[in-house]
C-alpha cells in the first residue's frame, strides 16, 4: 500500500497523518499521531517503525509538509525518510482557488496558509474567521471562502503564562493544559465568570482570567471590526479551551473546532498538486 505522509510542524509539536497515495477523491486517514518537537529523533521510529519498517507492504511515496519550526526539525523528518519526495508548502506557494493579499506571501506562517486552504474546502464561501490557538494565536479572515483579507497574531496561552510565571518574582507558573483541565471538570462555572467579566479573587485566578480575556478581547475586537463574519472556526492544540469560553459569549455566531484544519488544508493542496501533473 503506497501512503502520502500529511505533516504539520509547528513550533511545540508535529501532528501527522497517512492518508492513500493513488487517489485524488478521498481523505481516507491511514494512521495519525503527534510528537512533541523535543522528541522527535526518539519518537519518529517509534511511530513508524512498527507499521513502516517492519510491514514492508506500507511505503510512504510522498511527504507533503508544512513547517513554522526551526529548520532543523524539518532536516530530523528529512532524515528519516531519505528516498521520499519531500514537498514544501511555502507562504508564497501559488494556491488557484486562494487569492493572498498579504504583501509579502514569503512572510506568510505555512501553517496559517495550510489552515485557510483547508477552511475553504470545508466551508466554501463562507466568510470565516479562522483562530488557531497553539504557541502562539493567529486570528485570519477568509473572505467568501477565497480571499485571504490579513490577521493577527498574538501570543498563545502559554506563551502568556509563562511569560508572566518567568519574568516576575510572586507569580505561579502555571500552563494551558492545567486550564482546560479545570475548565473540563467545570464548565458552566468557568463560563460564567467569563460572561460576567468577573474579577478573579486570587492571584491565580487573576492570571488565569487574564490571560483568556486577552485572547477573548482580540477575538471580540476582530469580529467588531469586520462585521462580516459568518463563522468562527478554531484549531491548534489550546482551541478546546478557547471553544470552552468563546461559545457562550459569542450568541448568533457558529463556531466550530476542527482539530485537523492544517492537515485537511494540506491534503487539499496535495490533491490540487496531483491533478495539476495528470
Known sequence: MEL??????????????????????????????????????EQIPVQFSPSFVLNQQQIIKNIYCTCVGPSE???????????TNFNLLRGDTIVPSLQNNYL?????????????????????????LIVASGTATTIDYLQSGSIFMGGWIIP???????????????????????????????PSAKAQRISQLALGKSTKDAIEMGVILSTLGAIQLAINQINQIEMILLTGGNAPLLESYLLPILNGYKVKSEPNLILIGINSWRLNKKESCL
Do not use: C, Y
Open 4 to 41: 502520502d505522509l500529511l505533516l504539520d510542524i509547528g513550533n511545540t509539536r508535529s501532528k501527522w497523518i497517512t492518508t492513500l497515495a493513488n487517489t485524488l477523491d478521498s481523505f481516507t486517514i491511514v494512521q495519525e499521531g503527534i510528537i512533541n518537537n523535543a522528541e522527535l529523533v
Open 73 to 83: 526539525l524539518l532536516k530530523t523528518w528529512k532524515n528519516h525518510f531519505p528516498n
Open 104 to 128: 509579502n506571501p514569503a512572510e506568510l506562517g505555512t501553517d496559517r496558509l495550510a489552515g485557510m486552504i483547508g477552511a475553504s474546502t470545508l466551508h466554501p464561501n463562507k466568510n470565516i
Open 156 to 186: 498563545g496561552f502559554d506563551l502568556m503564562l509563562k511569560s508572566l510565571g518567568k519574568s516576575t518574582a510572586n507569580l505561579p507558573l502555571l500552563e494551558a493544559n492545567q486550564l482546560l483541565k479545570e475548565s473540563s471538570n467545570n
